[in-house]
């Protein structure tokens, strides 16, 4: 593929600064008179606040700022498909992500002075950390308004499923996990905010300015035209910096501050200050004829959301979709559980959720494979989609599927004959 002159410019105009060094990240701006501004987070992944009492931290020489939930000026809530999360906990803690209290310093150690000052009375609770935990009878209740910790179930029936075990040949059954994950992006989370004016300046990496203007003005519950959000060059993400809580800090900070506050995670608490990808349970059913031609398929998947939603509905509504792969299985159920535990939240990362499914019923179809004596080329070009095919949601595909033709392109190349299997 030819490249245009222009995209060349601008591929230069956004590689050459970092390899040369030249690009400035979130740390390297430098603001005036800025101050070290601190995370105080639970130490219990489930626990009741029955207390706080921060008179004691705020005598600290040195302290500037000394926040808890109740000092909030606009709503406590974050989310992307429902608004579960607060940004400072209020009566209780879900996962060691939440934070309770938020410092601004002149320096760090006048930050960690004042977070042992702080006198947190919090009342341990039984937490869950798995999904056979969190599902038990009379397992405790981590959000109130989901009761039996099930975030979402998501049902999905194409075709007679039944039917279609009934014509096949050969039923395969097996199970399949993948872990949860971590980002592990080069550059730290961190971000600069500065008053200005009647207003703020906000630096930090993410993936929409527009997102983090919001955050901070319904935190604050001000004005959006009051905030200016920039985002400097971003040293990787892939999901992972896109729940808003550090903008949540830093807002509060700036706010009740009224000077620069600048927050910079270590990679230490980057391991629970953000989500990960979510983990996945699948067990896939499948029926087949000798030919190796899939007559039905029953697909579960279970996933660990942690404490709060965040993407998770959309993220396992896409994976639902397309767990059945680039193939065409006439017959198909996919049922899908998402399962708030303890843990801390899951996310966003690069894909939403296929590589978990995909990993499933690529390992699945080898196994059929081998158990009918084909090559694992060829039953993948038996079965694979076509335009006009239709998903387990009941609509076809996309036009423009090309899946067989790269099979038949790939067994060329390696002298597998297809027509033959």
């Not at 498909?81 to 607060?86: C, E, G, I, S, V």
């Not at 939440?98 to 000052?117: C, T």
């Not at 730290?188 to 300015?209: A, M």
């Not at 899908?336 to 019923?361: E, K």
């Amino acid at each position: 593929m030819e490249i245009r002159p222009e995209e060349r410019i601008s591929t230069a105009r956004m590689a050459l600064p970092k390899a040369t060094g030249e690009a400035r990240y979130v740390s390297d701006i430098q603001v005036e008179d800025v101050l070290y501004g601190h995370v105080v987070r639970s130490k219990y992944p489930h626990a009741k606040i029955t207390g706080i009492e921060t008179d004691a931290a705020k005598q600290i020489d040195g302290v500037v700022a000394v926040v808890i939930a109740s000092d909030i000026p606009g709503i406590n809530r974050l989310g992307k498909t429902r608004f579960d999360q607060p940004i400072l906990a209020e009566d209780k803690v879900r996962s060691v992500q939440d934070a309770i209290v938020l410092i601004a310093a002149e320096n760090k150690q006048a930050a960690l002075q004042a977070e042992a000052a702080l006198n947190l009375d919090l009342e341990p609770l039984p937490g869950v950390f798995s999904i056979d935990e969190a599902l038990a009878s009379g397992a405790p209740v981590i959000h109130e308004d989901r009761p039996g910790n099930i975030l979402k179930t998501i049902q999905l029936n194409h075709g007679d499923v039944d039917e279609g075990f009934r014509q096949a040949d050969l039923l395969i059954e097996d199970c399949y996990q993948t872990p949860s994950i971590e980002h592990s992006y080069f550059e730290p989370d961190n971000g600069v905010i500065q008053p200005h004016q009647d207003g703020y300046i906000l630096w930090i990496g993410c993936h929409s300015v527009y997102s983090e203007q919001q955050i901070t003005a319904t935190t604050l519950n001000i004005s959006e035209d009051k905030i200016t959000v920039i985002q400097p060059y971003t040293g990787g993400s892939f999901g992972g910096k896109d729940d808003g809580l550090l903008t949540g800090y830093l807002a509060l900070l700036g706010y009740y501050a009224k000077r620069p506050v600048r927050i910079s995670f270590s990679r230490h608490d980057l391991f629970i200050s953000h989500t990960k990808r979510h983990p996945q349970w699948i067990q896939i059913r499948m029926g087949l004829r000798k030919d190796g031609q899939i007559t039905a398929a029953e697909i579960r998947i279970q996933t660990d959301t942690g404490a709060y939603a965040h993407w998770g509905e959309g993220i396992f509504t896409f994976a639902s979709i397309g767990a059945s792969g680039p193939y065409h299985i006439p017959n198909i159920r996919v049922n899908t559980q998402l399962v708030y535990t303890n843990n801390v939240p899951m996310g966003a990362m690069r894909a939403w959720g296929m590589p978990g499914v995909t990993f499933a019923m690529e390992s699945h179809l080898d196994r059929a494979a081998k158990s009918l004596g084909l090559h694992p080329l060829a039953i993948r070009w038996k079965n694979a989609a076509v335009d006009g095919d239709l998903m387990a949601t009941g609509w076809p595909l996309p036009e423009g599927v090309h899946i067989q033709e790269t099979i038949k392109a790939a067994a060329e190349r390696f002298g597998v004959s297809l027509e033959e299997q």
